[in-house]
Structures are given as structure tokens and as C-alpha cells.
């Protein structure tokens, strides 16, 4: 089946500094890739779209000078959280899909923890 | 966009089997319904997904109702490992995360 590799799996940091989380397609060429965020007891929220050598898209509300995505190459979405603070600590998700009506295929997330 | 409920939380027995029911009354005509789950602390997990017809995979089976304004999975026997939130999402939607309804395994 399709997998989706996100690294790193968690990651503290100071504040102030930036953290770089990377997502990879591993068996398939994703054209769209999806940046969510989950605080605790709460659902996805969906940060990004982002697509293969194009701008990603933010959801309202989103940053995008703060949560830089990119998106190199139809395997890898880079989401780099910059100048992080401590309500930046959340779980990241990645997902990505090989074409527009298959189905979403996610990372592990990433833990990020900003002291 | 289609809008779906869920309802938040329902309790299983090990070993027997779980009717998660999803409403998707506002759905297209061509939107798939995907259904996803979550384990505590993971990424969500591809489950199973269909349009009209009822669907079966080795993980569970999706019930489409006739008018398809609503959806039950079905996992044939629940094992603890199967304790997860679940969701319920339209194609043209499921970029957007619901609430979903949290499974729980009782041994």
C-alpha cells in the first residue's frame, strides 16, 4: 500500500528557533500533499495544500510567513515552522495523494515541542 | 460542502461487531464517502471508501444507503486494536477533518 514517511517523529526545540518537518511519499508520486495540525483532544486542522512546484494554498488563519511549505519534487513537502513559540507545540501531520480522487495517505506526525 | 455527523463516542464489545453510522445528507451525487482512523498519537489511517455500492476490504465494509445520505462502517469483529477515532468524510470535503466518533474496545 501506499506509505507516507514524516520526519522527524518529534522535535524540541527553543523558541525562537525554526524546525523543519519533512514528508515523503515513498511508493508513489503524490501531486498534492496536506500540512494538518492537531492540538490535544481536538480533530485535524487543516493548514495547507500544497502542490508539486507550485505555492502551497493556507487555510484562513494560517501563517504563511511563519509555516514555510515546500514542495520540491512529487515525493517530498517540506513544512518549516519558524521563529517557533511555545503555542506553536502541537502534533503535524502530513498527507499526500497521487491523483485528485484517491484516497489520503498520512504520516505519523510529528510532535513539536517549543520551550 | 457536504457536511457529515457522527456521533462522538460508541462502546464495542471485543470480538463482536461495530455499526458506525455517518449522516452526509448535503453529499453530491459524485462525491466518494472515505472513512478514516486514528490511533492515539498517529497519523490517520486510510480505512475504506465508495460511492453507491456497499464496499468490503480486509479491514472492514461500507454500507451506502440508497439515497446515499448516509453511511454505516462495519468492522466484523472489533479487537482492542481497533480502539480509534474514526471519520467520516465526503471526497470533495475530505481535505477537512470532522470530530469523528471515538471507538472504544471493551476486552
Known amino acids: 500500500g501506499a506509505v507516507v514517511s514524516q520526519h522527524p517523529s518529534w522535535v524540541i526545540c527553543k523558541s525562537g528557533t525554526s524546525v523543519k518537518i519533512e514528508c515523503r511519499s515513498l511508493?508513489?508520486?503524490?501531486?498534492?500533499m496536506f500540512w494538518y495540525r492537531q492540538f490535544p483532544k481536538q480533530s485535524l486542522m487543516l493548514m495547507a495544500t500544497?502542490?508539486?512546484?507550485?505555492?502551497?494554498?493556507?487555510e484562513q488563519g494560517v501563517e504563511k510567513d511563519k509555516f514555510l511549505i515546500n514542495h520540491a519534487s512529487l515525493t517530498l513537502s517540506t513544512l518549516t515552522v519558524t521563529s517557533a513559540h511555545p503555542e506553536d507545540s502541537s502534533f503535524y501531520i502530513c498527507?499526500?495523494?497521487?491523483?485528485?480522487?484517491?484516497?489520503?495517505?498520512f504520516g505519523n506526525g510529528t510532535r513539536l515541542t517549543v520551550t | 460542502d457536504a457536511k457529515t455527523t457522527q456521533p462522538n463516542s460508541m462502546e464495542s464489545n471485543e470480538e463482536e461487531p461495530v455499526h458506525l453510522p455517518c449522516n452526509h445528507s448535503?453529499?453530491?451525487?459524485?462525491?466518494?464517502i472515505h472513512w478514516y482512523r486514528q490511533l492515539p498519537s498517529q497519523g490517520p489511517e486510510y480505512v475504506i471508501h465508495?460511492?453507491?455500492s456497499n464496499v468490503n476490504n480486509r479491514m472492514a465494509s461500507l454500507a451506502i444507503a440508497e439515497d446515499r445520505k448516509s453511511s454505516t462502517l462495519i468492522l466484523h469483529r472489533a479487537t482492542l486494536r481497533d480502539a480509534a477515532v474514526y471519520y467520516c468524510?465526503?471526497?470533495?470535503?475530505?481535505?477537512?477533518f470532522g470530530t469523528g466518533t471515538s471507538l472504544t474496545v471493551i476486552p
Open positions: 465508495g460511492l453507491t
Open positions: 500544497s502542490n508539486e512546484g507550485s505555492k502551497a494554498t493556507y
Open positions: 498527507s499526500a495523494r497521487q491523483q485528485a480522487n484517491s484516497p489520503l495517505h
Open positions: 511508493d508513489f508520486q503524490a501531486t498534492t
Open positions: 448535503t453529499i453530491s451525487g459524485t462525491d466518494y
Open positions: 468524510i465526503p471526497l470533495r470535503n475530505q481535505f477537512y
